[in-house]
Structures are given as C-alpha cells and as structure tokens.
C-alpha cells in the first residue's frame, strides 16, 4: 500500500476504532520524523541518547520536521506547571515587569528610585540657607567589641566624630557609649556644613566621600527647632521615603519555579499542607486532659512532658480547666490553644533547659507543623500527616511570588495579579501596553505574548485563567494548549500530527480552531518571513496548482484582506506573485494598489519596471512599464541611478539587461 499526503493542506485520517489512525500518525510519520532528526545530529550526540527504531515501512520521502500535540489526560501532574508557564507566556511577560514595572517599598509602599549624586543632591536643595548639616555614612550594626576596633580604624583615617545609635560623640566619647552586649548601629560624621549656596561644591564632596564610606548609602541631619531631621540617601536602589535599599530585580525573581522568586513559606505551589481543625479533633466531648488534639500526643516521651508543662501553664495563666470538653471552652480559649496570641506573652518551659521563659505562644499547630519539618523519623512523619490537608499559603495569599516580585507593578497590576487574569483580559491588558512608553525597549516581548494570548483565545480557551495548574485540564484543552505554544513559534515547513483536537469542543469553538490552523497559510508566512515573490508564486502553485480566472481572483481577494492597501512593500510582493502567475488583468490591479500606495523609492519602481518588462505583455502595458523604468532610472543617473541590497536584486539586473537588448531597446552604457 502507498500513501501520498500534500504538503501545505490539513489532511484528517478518519476510520473506525483499531483500523490504524494514530498507528500512521505517531508510530509512522511522527517516529520517522524523530529518527531522521537524530540522525541528523552528531556521533557524539546520538551515542548520549536512545535510538529511534525505524517505522515499518520501505520509504518515506520529503517529509518536514514533525512535532506531534498528543491527548495527555493527567500526563502533566506538576504542581508548578501552569497555562502561562507551558505557553511561555510568563516568560514574555517578565521582561516587560522587569523594564517598565514601577517598583515600591516593601516596608511603606513608596517608590524605589535608583538616584545619581546630582539627583541627592536636588533632594537637599529645600533645606533653608542657614540650616545646620551633618553628613553621616553607617559604618556597621554589631557587637560594641567590634565596634570599638572599627571606631579605632576611623581615628586612624583621620575621621574625629561617630554617630552610637543617634547620639553624636567623639571617638574619645565614644568608648564610654559602645559597651554592654546588645548590637549597636555605628555611623561616622563624615562633615559639618552651614547649608548655603556657596557650600555645594562642599556638600558635593563630602556626601560623594560618604557614599564611599557607607557603600553608597548616607544621610544629611539638617537642623530645625533644636531637633535633627534626617533625610536617607543612597546611590542603590532605595526609598524615596525611608532610604530603605533594594537590590535589583532579576527575571528570575518573577518566576515561582526559582528560589529567588518563589514565596518562601510554600516555595511558589501557592498551598500549604497544613493542620486542621477538623481532622485534628474527632471527638468535642473530650477534654485537653484526655487528648482531644489528637496530633498533640504524637511525640516522644520528652516531647510529650514539655508539651504537658506548657498546657498546663497555659491552664494557669490564660486560665481554664484543663478537664473541660473542648465544646465547652470558649472560642478565644481554643483559639489560643491551636493558633497561639501574638500579641500576649507567657511564662512557657523552654526546648532546652528547666526554667521557664517569657515567650509568645504561637500555638499547638505552628509548634506541630515545626515537628513535622524537623523530625527524622518516618513514621512520626506519616502519622503527623494525616491530621494535615493543603490550604491557600498564609504568606503569598495563593499567588505563589515572593514579597519581592510583588512589589513591581506594571499599569497598576502585579505580575501575579495578571497570570490570575482570564485569557481575553490578559489579552486586552497586553493591547493596552502597546501605548505604554515604558514597554517600548520590549515591544518584541509584548508582541510574542500577544500572539500567544490571541492564540488561545482562537482555541476556545478563553475561559482559562494563566495561572490554571496543567494538571487539572482535560485532555482536549491540554492538547490546544500545547497547540497554541506551537503555532506561536512561528515555524515554517513544519508537519504538526494531532489527535483529535477538536475533542470536547463546541461546533463554535471548531470553527475557531480551525480558522487558527488556516492562519498559517502562505499570506501570513509572506508577511513574517519575507520571501521572495519568486517563493510564494511557488507556494502558491504548489497549493492550489495553475489557478484560473476564479482562483485567482479568490487568492486576490486574500490578500487584499491580509495587506494594508498602504503598504508598499507587501503590496509589490503581491503585484510579482501575480505577475509570475501570468494573469496581466490581476497584476494591473497590483499595480494600482502600488501607484496608491505612493512610494517615493526609484529602486522599487525600477525593479518593478524589470519584472513588468520580462513577463512580455501586451504592447501598451509594456510600454507605460518602459516609461517608468526609464524615469525611475533617470532619476538618479549614471551608473549608481540605484543601490542594490541584495544579490537577488543585482540578478535580477543583469537578466532584466539581457532581455533588453533582446527587444532591441535602446540601452545606454550608465544605464547597463
């Protein structure tokens, strides 16, 4: 049996159950397709991979490369895998936070700003003539033994006065301040200026030798009614309200997959296996007493006595009977007992040691949820994790990014708060930066994220957030999913094998799909990849053979519904594939739309002449194309009357020469 496929058309292999569909689709063509790729690679790399067996068949001849988009119901069970991770659109989407994000304070919510020195120096220009300065540079926060060699150090480079937590002293001073054990913040009195506008050389140097100082980190003590106002600066990211310093953002820190943007507390999954209520406490008739929390006694014998001592105090001190049914306690009681008060310290037995501490109880479950993490006993480990279910992270909220990646903000949105958007939101959220003029330098970014949002938006998915987990998508939406990512690739000459793609879809949906698949036809390829209008009148006779008057005007009709009327370049390419096509009515209309166009470029109407006059068209068509050859090639004169871009071009040249004085033309020596 022999089977001949087209190229460049949707073929369907159709049959009952068993008669072999995906056997030719996958164990054929998809296999051959894999193994002629292997082949292709180096000894070396194939030695480092399996070998493809090769399909039962005698020969397959012109086959493409092949990607096949297979049905994997549940194949993906990745928590970290989402709809925007598997289309790579969280990947284009972290550019554009990272260069036109507008990024705040963590501690107040203020802009973080990168300042020069001129830039610190404007921000002191509102400080009144007159106003007494300091300029100070942080030296270090440590032990006042360490502080004391590095206050040494300072006298030693000339510096005389230091800054002990707020208080200005002398080094000498400065001994008397820098003991006990508690960590103390050090700071060196770089200068002492009278502010003015004589002084700003002055103050120019001493804040640039207190950057230097502080690792481009100082502070200015402007004088007012008795007080010191303190105004932070910085050369680092840092804020413009509390002088706070950021380092800067890497894509990696938008990414839940990278430890330097995963939320610590559930490492970017967005859940928490924690302990819950419901599962810990089976029985309310019981008493704290008798074991209501069940977990509570899943310990070792020491851990159990530590844990009855601190029941016990907490008795004591909250109070309540420790033999009451737990029913009966009060809310606040329970909620002590599992969730612990902040704000409410208690006199508890410590890990280490007898005597109690004075401490914040956190709660029974924060204290399991720590045995759980640092047990190494297996066992304890599994029966601890029955009492547990998954639940929203308290840290992150479910959105998985760190505090860090969430502080950046683009058109008022985190990047979190866009990946939870619907597809056609996130699609007209991603239209709207097209105007943002901060996204400009990653227009090429925005524009791949559009087109794979559009892509999905053709597939019918439009009902899908981005941060849908891939697990839970059937396999119908998995496939157009993986479909989507393809076709935004933009690859040319690929053979794509799907399985049933229009599985579970709606016959609206069908339609859309396939009018996603038909966007890769020849218009839409010409306009990406710029081929020659040689090459398209190629494809186009490939696919649709020697159109005639009908085909030909349908094909017209194309492409006047994929080019602006405007452009003049992709209507040029349209007046040659028709022109190649021998059809003088169609290339007349080319040319028309070419003349509206209004080009001002000598080399496209002289190439235009060229091909016009090879075709050997009737004489009046002939002629006006002999006319404009010669003004266009007038119009620069002599020799170097136009510059050629590419070898195409000059081949183009030289044939178009011969075929002049074929006609017996006149032909001057500038001109050839």
Known sequence: MELTIPR?????????????KSSLAFDTLHAEGSRQYLESLSAKARGMLDAAPRPDVDFIRGLSPVIAIAQRTGGNTNPRSTVATLTEIADHARPLWIIAGDRRCLQDGHPVRRRSLDDNLRALESIPDGTRLMVVAPVAKDKPSVLLEASADLGRRGFSRVRVDGVVATLEEAAGLLTGREAKQLDVVVDRIVAGPDQRSRLADSLELAFREGRHRASVLAEKDGRWEEHVLSLHLACEHCGETYEPISPRALSHNHPEGACADCGGLGRQMRFQESLSIRDESLSLHDGVVKPWKCATRKTLIRRNAITRALAEQAPFDQKTPWRELPKAVRDLLLHGDPKRKFLLPPPKGRKPVETVWTGMFTELEHAYRTTTGESLRQRLLQFQAGSVCAGCQGRRLSATALSLRLNGKTMAEFLAMTIPAALEFTQQLATHPGVMPAEEARRGLEQRLAFLHEAGLNYLTLDRECSSLSGGEAQRVRLATQLGLGLVGVTYVLDEPSI???????????????????AQLTKSQKL???????????????????????????YDAAYPAADFELNWILTETLAFLQSPTLAAKGMALVAAAGSQEPEMEFMRSLRMLKTGWTPALREQQLNWFVKAASYRGGSSFVKFKTLATSLWVSASISILRSKRLSVSTGLQ
Not at 8 to 20: E, K, P, W
Not at 504 to 522: C, I, K, P, V, W
Not at 538 to 553: C, E, S, T
């Open 8 to 20: 460049g058309q949707l073929t369907v292999i159709t049959g009952v159950s068993g008669s072999g």
């Open 504 to 522: 579970g879809l709606h016959q609206r949906d069908n339609d859309r799909l396939l009018a996603t698949l038909r966007s890769m036809d020849f």
């Open 532 to 558: 020659t209008h040689a090459r398209l009148a190629q494809i186009v006779l490939h696919r649709y053979g020697k159109p005639d008057a009908a085909g030909l005007a349908a094909l017209t009709a194309q």
